[in-house]
């Protein structure tokens, strides 16, 4: 029995090889071959300059994407749920590294940067969206857990919803321990009814089951490589707009199933 | 109408361990606010402190080892919650029951300590995973409760641990899970003393929401838990989430909307959530941090909504300004007003600032209180209302 169901009217891609949604499609359709050549700097082009100035390289990434997934939407009427396993590891490595000498002075611009939901902050005042919006981590099946609570902002509070799950490398010596070998981002645009040109509708559902895996195996080593970009296997149907069943890790044994249905 | 039943409910914060000492506390105008020394910092102001951390956590749980999760398991052990959580599992079963945690800063005091102590490399008892990353309380609770189901941490500053109620009542609506555990805990660390300072918000003095002399927070930390179950399955409950808002402000990252617009969003949307009006409401649990900011822009909000009358006050002249943690601390401290028909004045408000225009208690009252809404407010604009009924 389907949990909820939405339909994803736009998308948002970044990683090393794939710069956006629209120049990966046809890695991800098999019809290129991928290779991960690292990303360029990216300027997130609704940002105000003063906010630009102060953005750190995760809210950039997570702008890179939700600009890219909303191109042909209103943003200012959307719920957000930002979803990033561990938040800003530059910015704690800076803040921790501060209070580690004698002066101990933080910049208060890295401090309220500091905020898991600084990019959510920073997207609302970009779009000038007042709606509910959310930052949530779940560790490496974040995705999965961001689905769940972005589908039910869609199902129970009828709001169509941008979900933003993103993830940068930390700093050394933080790296050590959470050893992410390269940046990812993702969007995607949820909505109760079809657009024109709609990558099709998922339905979710909790299931046991084992997570899928990918056949091409420089994508599938990507999607170990960082919490959101577990969410390849969905990015490869939707580029083919083929019906599709795929499982992503959730707990345990259980897995939060997604059929992809194109319309 | 009831959108959840709470069956169980406890709090831990300076003002002591468990719901009796806060109400006790509420009661005598005791505040938990203290100028004690912190680890090593260094700034002059006041900290609401929770005692009894010293002793480490089980050996089964030994990985999690940090101050974030001391708290959280000395508050999971107040007023019979864990027991009652227990007996949740068994009811609904481990893999129905969701973890739904508020935090802003989790376990990073681990990794100060861990950089102060930094040589070439990271010390060996450092564990980002299970200290500072931001899931490693929802993840902690979960294994110390034995549970299996849905867990996610939301960290959306001062507001974490009041969306916590929505985002469950989502899930429980949607079928991803049948009950729910939400809470927040949130701990002293320097990143936060040092933060607010460098933002000018940390007042050296103790905090005094709404006070003509207020000039910034007293930081606190608290920990706090619910159990949130569908009405048509309880028997009987006491208390119920009767509606929530949540709004952005889409103004500023650490200043708030003056006008109030956003917060005004989230009482309304609450309200809505409730299909009750504002002169319904018998008291309002203010975010009242003590910053001019906040309660001026806080003071519109209310104003546009409730108009003058509606009784409000902040309690963070008792317990500080717990973060992370603020949304279920001020839950509970709603809860336990409806239970014992109390309405808390504005600790340390000897003179009220004039320009703010609602109804802001400067002495405590006793009276049936049978509604409450609570604000918490955050960085980034974040906002969420809760409102809070008690079954006559």
Redesign the interface.
Known sequence: MSLASAYVNGVGLAGPGLPSWTEAQAVLRGEQTYAPTELAMYQPSLLPPNERRRASPAVRMAFRVAEEATRECAADTLATTFVSADGDLQIAHRICAALATRERFISPTDFHNSVHNAAAGYWSIATAAQGPSTAISGWDTGFAVGLIEALSMVQIEGLDTLLVAYDLPAPEPLWTQRPLAAPFGVALLLSREARVGTWGRIELQCTAGTETSLDNSALEQLRLSNPAARALPLLCALARRAPSELDFAWIDDTTVRTALIPV | MSLLAITHYTVTSALGHGRDRHIAALESETSGLAQVRFDTC?LACWLGEVAGLDAPLPPELAAWECRNNRLAWLALHQDGFFEAAQSLRARYGA?RVGVFIGT?TAG?HA??R???E?GT??PSW????HT????STA?FIKHALGL??????????CSSSA?VF??A???I????CDAAIVGGVDSLC??TL??????QLLSADICKPADTTRNGISIGEAGGFALLEKPTRVKSHLHSLLGYG?????????SPDPQG??AA?AMQRALQRASLNAHQIGYINLHGTGTKANDNAEDKGVLSVFGAETSCSSTKGWTGHTLGAAGIVEAALSLLCMEHNFLPRSLQTRDKDPELRCNVLLESQRAPLTRVLSNSF?????NCSLLFGMNA
């Open positions: 260094e893999h802003s990073i990794t100060e861990a950089y102060a930094m490399s990271l450092f564990d980002y995973r500072q990353n931001i899931y993840d299996q189901g849905h867990a996610l941490a939301i960290s959306t500053a969306k929505a985002a009542y989502r899930a609506e949607m079928g991803v320097l990143t040092y933060g607010f300072n460098s933002l949540e709004s952005s402000d889409a103004h500023h990252m650490s617009r956003g969003q955050g960085f980034g604009g974040s």
